[in-house]
């Protein structure tokens, strides 16, 4: 969004939780600069599903009733099941020409592992895109991915790149390895009351670091990832 290139949202919700709304994307939005596209999370994964099984929707009760059907006619339509005449709402597909998802581990060959477990809709996202890349805390040798089968949450046929990116979902959380960044949200937060200082808070510690360890470093670098890091006995 500050770089200027998104023009459309598609969520069901966007805010940085207990650090209030997110302010860069809100004043898009009420500036006419993005338009936002909100479904309920039920209804997006029905979308990225549809997507994912090449269906031509996939259906709910979810949504009937609401406003969401006049709001996105050409994603959502109300239907009546022909047998029992029972009405629903069908979710059109949502295609996606790419996803990026982070993880704990990877083999060299492709193959994902999200512990202790996968949660969200990432899997979704995963299996509606034409193209995954994947970015994973560290490397793991694929003879751990072969004694441990079950474990495995993306299998490498349905991934095209695996990035290794330690501490990749800063300045959020990836449980169990390390928590949110609490310091740079409430930062983050505090330099958007003033357009000067927005405009500094990204040039210094979001797009001047030219490397990841770089803007690792520009955010408090060691002390800061000693101070997240979740402790495991």
Same mark, same amino acid.
């Given at each position: 969004v ?20 997110a ?26 599903q549809?997507?994912?099984?090449? @269906?031509?929707?996939? =259906?709910?009760? %979810? ?6 059907? #006049?709001?996105h006619? *050409? ?6 099941d ?25 083999d ?12 969200w ?5 995963v ?16 003879s751990?991915?072969?004694?441990a089968?079950?474990?495995?949450t993306?299998?490498r046929?349905?991934?095209d790149a @695996?990035v290794?990116? =330690?501490?990749? %979902?800063?300045?959020t959380?990836?449980f169990? #390895?390390?928590?949110? *960044? ?14 000067a200082?927005?405009d500094?808070?990204y040039?210094?510690?979001i ?15 060691a ?5 997240i ?5």
């Amino acid at each position: 969004v500050q770089a200027g290139c998104v023009r459309t949202v598609i969520s069901g919700l966007l805010s940085l939780e207990g650090f209030g709304l997110a302010p860069r994307f809100r004043a898009a939005v009420q500036s006419g600069q993005i338009t936002m596209e909100e479904y309920s999370e039920h209804t997006l994964i029905l979308r990225l599903q549809a997507a994912a099984y090449h @269906v031509p929707y996939m =259906p709910t009760l %979810a949504g009937l009733g609401t406003d969401m059907i #006049t709001l996105h006619p *050409d994603t959502t339509r109300e239907m009546r099941d022909p047998e029992t005449d029972v009405p629903f709402i069908a979710c059109t597909p949502l295609p996606l020409d790419f996803a990026i998802v982070h993880a704990q581990e990877a083999d060299a060959r492709g193959n994902v592992r999200v512990d202790p477990k996968l949660v969200w809709m990432d899997s979704e996202v995963v299996k509606a895109a034409a193209t995954t890349i994947v970015t994973v805390e560290r490397i793991a040798p694929e003879s751990s991915f072969v004694a441990a089968p079950h474990r495995t949450t993306y299998p490498r046929f349905t991934v095209d790149a @695996v990035v290794e990116a =330690p501490w990749g %979902a800063h300045p959020t959380s990836n449980f169990p #390895t390390y928590g949110y *960044d609490g310091d740079f949200f409430r930062s983050y937060v505090k330099a958007h009351t003033d357009p000067a200082a927005a405009d500094a808070f990204y040039a210094e510690r979001i797009t001047g670091p030219e490397t990841h360890g770089r803007y690792l470093d520009a955010n408090g670098g060691a002390k800061t990832l000693l101070r997240i890091a979740r402790r495991t006995m």
